[in-house]
């Protein structure tokens, strides 16, 4: 007899951003297997997961190199501390600087975003005691809507009321600046005069707490969970030189947008912006294990270089950090996405659905249609503009998994209602693929009456 998975697990698991008093009345989909962009239920229901179950499975599932390359390296070397070399974690940090661009050449290993950007923080923190002898640097300008993770630095970085205030007070010197959402400007400017005031708005932030307090900028080149906020061209370039004209790192957190989701390898090449550090996660492994990274320019590591008695080295361990096992499966996944094009595949594939939807917007309900590659959203507005109820999205979301379609939604990320769906598939989605969800998404949105 099978076990009753719900009634074991309602007993004994603790889920993320869930109110488990509505366990009754909400059914958990118990997901037991995979391939390419399908999950499957237990009851043997099939999915077309167009979320990439939380953006990251960008190889698809059920890959057989990943699995044989976890299991041979499980046998060889399961585990040994990155305090020594171990071969997965070298040759990764090699194909990975080869990939990156610019300078971006010297790897520090963590197992999930969250930690890359804890890494980051700390390694901008003690860049700008080493940099600037004298000077106190170590504020870090985030912008709102931004999200950057769970942990102390990197929630404190977020700018999502919604995932901070139960764990107030955070860590100081994170002063927030207004996101280039255009499509609701928090400045109330049109995208075609503003000049860009959004990014002005940082250096004001920079002068008004002191240059000579601040070390750093830290960004999603396009904000995900937050809204798939894609901003105007010439946004990043302008942080870019604000960062330069202040002697400040640019962090750029590529932990959802980086392996291929937009449509390039890293969503910086958009723009052609290099910043000193970068952050890795989710699709560095597809998801198949836990892996996260932290990525140095030359210039950054090299402040880090001095005699044993100038403790310049980076303090931190961290016992899983380059574990091999999970490199050998980044190494696995590195290579189908390179090998397969998948970025190519991404842009090619998701500028065909964006245009599809994109003619969802003569529908009443639908307010934006926005995003780049294979990370694209949908923002819903009821009649007179505002924001479509948080209700009537989950109930649009609710009717497409019922149609066989897995979308994400925004969550716990603003105080408005929570009206945006995304759409951010594998990235080995097919044009046929694409045209399903669409076709799906026009279906719940016409048939059903809001
Ligand atoms: C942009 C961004 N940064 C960091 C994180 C944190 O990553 P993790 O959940 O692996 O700690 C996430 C997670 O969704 C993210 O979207």
Redesign the pocket.
Known sequence: MTKDYRQVDKAHVWHPLFQHQRLEETTLAVFESAHGTTVVDTEGREYLDAYAA?WNVNVGYGRQEIADAVYEQIQKLPYYPHSQINVPATLLAEQLADCLPGDLNHVYFCN???EA?ETAIKIARQYGRQTYPGQNRYKIISRYRG????TYG?MSATGQARRRKAFEPLVPGFPHAHPPYCYRCPLGLEPASCGIACADEIERIIQGEGPETVIAVIA?PII??GGVIDPPDEYLPKLRQICDDYGLLLIL?E??TGFGRTGKMFACEHWDVQPDLITL??GLTSGYLPL?ACVASTQVFNTFLGNTDENREFAQVCTYGGHPVACAAGIANLKILQEERLSENAEKVGTHLLSKLETLNTLPIVGDVRGKGLMLAVEFIEPDGTHLTTAKTNLISAQLREKGIIVGKIGHAVEEPENIIYIAPPLILTEAEADRIFETLRQVLVEQEF
Do not use: M, T
Request: glycine share 26%; hydrophobic share 30%.
């Open positions: 939380l999930s975003g969250s950007n999200y950057h993770g769970f990197a999603e995900g969970g957190d932990v959802i996660a989710k996260g």
